[in-house]
């Protein structure tokens, strides 16, 4: 099954959809230009049917704002990490592991925003546009391996060797996540 990659337009609209499933949101007939006619928070919940708990309290958490589950859905994320099989050292424990998970977390719904171009991906010089390079035109950074070695507790060395393979492999299960949530959010409200 070969996925639609995440836009900005739909990525603003599947935070708008999932919005409606925190309490007190205004119906989204009320919500200007999304075309969508009358949707309801329970059309939105039905979407979400059939997802796995941790995909669902993600989906919650990073488009809907709603952090009433996080407790659970840290404990998940540590138990995905922890089920990974990270190979440890004898300094290294588990709650290396669960900090890592929780950071990648963390990272996934709250990215980082470029200082630069102040997360546009984009930066004005004269009278022309160019590509942000500090993010690649991405409008978000990435956690640095000094900043992984300090969060982690870990040398330089052993974060830029072994832990930022680790961390990027949780922030792809992320992104997965992301992708699955919008595929299913696309085809179910079709």
């Not at 989906?59 to 709603?66: C, G, T, Y």
Request: aromatic residues 6%.
């Amino acid at each position: 099954m070969m996925l639609q990659p995440i836009t900005l337009q739909w990525l603003l609209l599947m935070s708008e959809l999932m919005a409606m499933l925190a309490p007190g949101a205004p119906p989204m007939d009320s919500v200007r230009s999304t075309g969508l006619g009358r949707l309801t928070s329970q059309d939105i919940a039905a979407c979400l049917t059939g997802l796995d708990r941790l995909t669902y309290l993600y989906s919650l958490s990073k488009f809907a704002l709603d952090n009433n589950s996080r407790a659970e859905l840290n404990a998940l994320a540590v138990k995905e990490a922890i089920q990974c099989g990270f190979k440890l050292n004898k300094e290294e424990t588990n709650r290396t592991v669960a900090v890592l998970a929780l950071a990648a977390l963390e990272v996934a719904i709250n990215p980082y925003k470029c200082n630069r171009c102040k997360g546009v991906g984009e930066i004005k010089l004269m009278s022309k546009v160019e590509i942000c390079g500090a993010c690649n035109g991405l409008g978000n950074r990435t956690v640095s391996e000094r900043n992984l070695a300090k969060i982690l507790g870990v040398t330089l060395f052993q974060s830029r060797k072994v832990w930022k393979k680790r961390f990027a492999l949780l922030q792809s299960k992320h992104s997965e996540r992301d992708e699955t949530i919008n595929h299913i959010i696309f085809n179910r409200l079709r």
